[in-house]
């Protein structure tokens, strides 16, 4: 027997499911003769790419694995005093294997079907009291992309807010971190807010001021007493947003102890790692009164219909997916990860235990600031929590080069250094520091007691800043501070969440693929967790190479000529080039510029992001066959031609097809001197075939979340890098902090130069490791699995749109509409499908009444068969209800989903069995997944707004802590 010793592994088919046999039958059911026929008759000819992409050739798990170690070690992990919003961590071990690296978290959706996310409901509720109770505020979300962000989403909600319509400037102390500032200033550019950045000590507080916001501690770690600015600011009604370090709110009075507003920040420094500046979840809080004014995801308790504590998302009817261009923001994708670890950090060590730490990180500062100054180095914070300052003119040359020379790095500021301690320092940090500093100045350490030193530090908090407040009292964070305890408390609410663990999550629209663990592995590797993004480039030579090739094969793949890695999320995306197109507008002399295009079927966000961008929205039609209605747009883009900024279209369209005339509907807008913004959201269908570049856009993002196999993480993390053809990549985003290269840039739109870089070792591993030919085959099965799932469905359910030789793309809207004569709702079918195990299709969007459902290339025929089965299973109870033979309240739909509770009660009353009800279908029962709660009640949630851990004793049911 000949032995074939060049065999290699294909990441390709572990990525694409379907195998050559399964292949084969599907597209028989689909009625063509080969994928290549399917993909002709389905991707327009005038848009197809004429060649491959030129990508490296694919590697082997192995094969990549080992590459990016090399590239790993190229990245030099000192320790890190630069502080400035990133802190080194200590991850619980607990939560960083299984929560972190444990696909039974991060595969999960965003959890609008509460009924199977109780788990990471529960655990972001344990996150907003988590911050309700540090910053002293009445109500907080979960959560906001950085701090910066969080900062500008403040602003914007106090400019909302204002009462005197007149009042146009915002005060923002010069001692925010510059990254902060620089956010805040793109944010209030379209919205003509004028910045008035000073000393909050000397700034008059005029009529014209709207808010003000003040840092705390300051950027450079002094700790200032804000009480009587807070009240002049209120006496002058102007509002105050405190941007506060969440690990110095254990020892300092909290901000809503003295007349914050709204506290916003990172919780990055509850054991979230430093990751080159993400992903981190920042926190939002407020007082009750702005609650429907508020910012992003908040939870909220309810009940379920069995009148039993639930949790879901409240309030939705702010938010972008309902309130389109007058919502409160465009978030959609948050972090919801990272904030269901702070909130486990707080979880772990409890009130006790994070004051430790605390007293730690201070009691060394004062440790170091002590030791330094019997060398004569005089610090020049009156009060401070963990950062030191100096000025230390002719030396600062020599104590650069000897900080280097011992691995560590300070934050070179000007004139001044400042030190930022944190929860990793010891005492032979402190040694180490000292060492330099002595050194510089041709002293020892032995010149100096630093062991009798270290007995007697004393806190130099002010008494009037110190905390006397109780925090963290709820049970939850007083039962898990053993291991056992925490682990069988993230496990419990683990198992009350479905995720693509258990099976395929169909949701159009967000492309809910294979996370490879291969792709997942290098995140937590130290080279790329450890490094803090503002760290010397000749420490980052990994995650420089990392950045610069997903740069270039995101480009190559999109056509475009470079890409922006800085957006945290689509959104994100969607508004940093709809301000990339406003600068190029411009800069060009046209200022009227500054309407936007957005065709009714577009995702909510792509209004919300535009009106961000201070953009007026005219929305155009959509054809009975859900295409872009190209005489209405041509009418519209010619009534606005003097003043059209741009065109925002998704493509293929969110109705799931190919549309023939977008070529066309791009020529309109640039014969207009507009630009055209392609949401990428849909690039899953692109990839290989064709290119939004190649279709005329100018400007893309992509959801490297959903495309590009970073997981979704219950809500977040996400990166909605842009993609811009030449004329527009001078505009990109810049930073404050380090040079990104462009000198037309726009100013930064995430606090972090490469957004959430950690996690963008993800998209790049899947890239290496797919090639051109499997990245291609993934869009081509991709599309295979959509049309294989409407030849079995569309008997059963109409579809609505669909190409012109009747295929989908990559998803297909499946109209439920007709089922409402008898009583039937698409909520009544999302419900029962969890009864079968399967988390709904996209509920409702882009058409009212409809699922959108996405397989994507990952799912194997045989998963889409039990999909496929239950939904036909589902249609014949419903044929049940229209016909009579059911009841049309009390049925398997309607009391959708069934709990064990509910089936095992004594008294099973329903017309229909525990097995119809429980076990549909054969196959549930070999795999049964049971949804924890019944359906849960929206309007009671909303009316009774509870937003933290209610107390255990107001609640007579049991509640899980
Ligand atoms: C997911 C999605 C977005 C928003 O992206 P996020 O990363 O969630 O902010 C925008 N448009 C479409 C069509 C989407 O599907």
């Known amino acids: 027997m000949k032995l074939n010793v060049a065999y290699k592994e294909q990441f390709e088919t572990r990525h694409i499911a379907p195998n050559e046999q399964d292949t084969e039958s599907m597209l028989k059911i689909i009625g063509v003769a080969s994928l290549a026929e399917l993909i002709d008759q389905t991707v327009p000819k005038n848009i197809r790419l004429k060649k491959p992409m030129a990508l490296p050739a694919a590697k082997s798990e192995y094969e990549y694995l080992n590459k990016l170690r090399q590239t790993a070690s190229k990245n030099k992990v000192f320790k890190s005093y630069i502080g400035q919003g990133y802190y080194d961590v200590i991850v619980p071990a607990v939560i960083q294997r299984n929560i972190l690296e444990n696909p039974g978290w991060y595969t999960q959706y965003t959890p609008y079907q509460a009924e199977i996310s109780q788990g990471r409901l529960q655990a972001l509720l344990n996150f907003q009291t988590m911050v309700l109770d540090l910053t002293g505020m009445q109500i907080a979300n979960a959560s906001l992309l950085d701090e910066g962000t969080a900062a500008a989403e403040a602003m914007f909600m106090q400019y909302s807010l204002r009462k005197n319509a007149e009042a146009k400037s915002y005060f923002v102390s010069e001692e925010v971190f510059p990254q902060t500032i620089d956010i805040l200033k793109t944010r209030a550019q379209p919205y003509g807010i004028k910045l008035i950045i000073g000393n909050h000590k000397t700034v008059a507080l005029t009529d014209d001021l709207f808010g003000a916001l003040v840092q705390y501690p300051a950027g450079h770690g002094e700790v200032y007493n804000y009480k009587a600015f807070a009240d002049i600011a209120h006496q002058k009604n102007i509002k105050l947003t405190v941007v506060a370090d969440l690990m110095s709110l254990a020892l300092l009075t909290p901000p809503g102890e003295w007349g914050a507003d709204i506290v916003v920040g990172t919780t990055q420094r509850f054991g979230i790692p430093m990751g080159f500046g993400g992903p981190h979840a920042a926190y939002f809080a407020t007082k009750e009164e702005y609650k429907r004014s508020m910012p992003g995801r908040i939870i909220g308790v309810t009940i379920d219909k069995h009148e039993n504590y639930a949790l879901r998302m409240a309030l939705q009817t702010r938010e972008q997916h309902i309130r389109r261009d007058k919502a409160t923001s465009n978030i959609c994708t948050a972090q919801a990860l990272l904030a269901i670890m702070a909130g486990m950090y707080a979880t772990y060590h409890g009130a006790k235990g994070i004051k430790a730490i605390a007293e730690r990180i201070h009691g060394l500062t004062v440790l170091l600031s002590t030791a330094l100054a019997e060398f004569g180095y005089k610090q020049l914070n009156e009060n401070y929590f963990d950062t030191l300052k100096y000025a230390v003119g002719d030396l600062t040359n020599p104590l650069h080069s000897e900080s280097l020379n011992n691995e560590f790095n300070l934050n070179f500021d000007g004139e001044f250094i400042t030190i930022s301690l944190d929860e990793t320092t010891r005492l032979h940090d402190i040694e180490t520091i000292v060492k330099v500093f002595g050194k510089v100045k041709a002293k020892t350490l032995h010149d100096i007691d630093l062991e009798s030193l270290a007995k007697n530090v004393e806190s130099v908090i002010p008494t009037e800043l110190q905390r006397t407040s109780s925090f963290l009292t709820h049970p939850v964070f007083n039962k898990h501070h053993s291991e056992h305890e925490m682990l069988r408390y993230i496990k419990s609410l683990e198992a009350k969440d479905l995720s693509l663990c258990h099976s395929m999550i169909a949701l159009g629209s967000c492309t809910m693929k294979l996370n490879a663990t291969t792709e997942m592995i290098p995140v937590t590797w130290p080279e790329f967790g450890g490094l803090h993004p503002f760290a010397p480039v000749h420490q980052t030579g990994g995650y420089m190479q990392i950045i610069a090739e997903l740069n270039d094969w995101l480009s190559e793949i999109t056509g475009f000529a470079a890409m922006s890695l800085q957006p945290n999320a689509g959104a994100q995306g969607e508004y940093a080039g709809l301000m990339v197109i406003r600068a190029y507008h411009q800069d060009r002399g046209d200022f009227n510029r500054n309407i936007a295009l957005i065709p009714s079927s577009a995702h909510g966000t792509n209004p919300a992001s535009a009106a961000m961008a201070g953009m007026k929205i005219i929305v155009t039609k959509c054809d009975e066959k859900g295409n872009i209605d190209v005489a209405d747009l041509r009418a519209k883009a010619e009534e606005h031609s003097a003043n059209l900024s741009c065109l925002m279209v998704t493509y293929p369209s969110t109705h799931g097809v190919f549309e023939e005339s977008i070529i066309e509907i791009c020529e309109i807008i640039h014969q207009h001197g507009g630009q055209v913004y392609m949401d990428g959201a849909n690039m899953n269908a692109q990839v290989g075939l064709t290119s939004p570049a190649s279709i005329g856009a100018d400007v893309c993002h992509l959801n490297l979340h959903k495309t590009f196999c970073i997981p979704h993480g219950g809500g977040g993390p996400g990166m909605g890098p842009i993609g811009a053809a030449a004329h527009l990549v001078p505009y990109l985003p810049g930073h404050s902090v380090v040079d990104m290269g462009n000198e037309k840039s726009i100013s930064a739109v995430s606090a972090a130069p490469w957004g959430s870089a950690s996690i963008l070792l ?161 196959y549930v029962a070999l795999n049964k997944f049971w949804p924890s709660v019944g359906r849960v009640n929206d309007t009671y949630g909303d009316r009774t707004l509870i937003c933290s851990c209610p107390p255990i004793e107001e609640y007579e049911f049991d509640v899980l802590v």
Not at 807 to 828: N, P, Q, W, Y
Not at 886 to 892: A, E, G, L, R, V
């Open 762 to 922: 993800i998209s790049h591993a899947y890239i290496a490791m797919m090639g051109a030919k499997g990245l291609t085959n993934a869009t081509k099965y991709a599309i295979l699995n959509a049309n294989y799932i409407k030849a079995r469905l569309e008997s059963h359910y109409p579809v609505l749109y669909a190409g012109a030789n009747g295929h989908c793309a990559h998803e297909m809207i499946l109209d439920c509409r007709s089922f409402k004569t008898f009583g039937i709702e698409v909520t009544d079918i999302a419900k029962r499908l969890m009864d079968y195990g399967f988390h709904a299709p996209t509920v409702s969007f882009p058409v009212a009444g409809t699922l959108m459902v996405e397989p994507t290339e990952s799912e194997p025929k045989h998963e889409l068969d039990r999909f496929c089965d239950a939904m036909i299973a589902i249609r014949n109870e419903i044929a049940d209800v229209e016909s009579g033979l059911s009841d049309k309240i009390d049925n398997p739909l309607k009391n959708a989903p069934h709990t064990v509770a509910v089936i095992t009660d004594n008294d099973w009353d329903k017309p229909y069995t525990r097995q119809k009800a429980a076990f549909p279908l054969p």
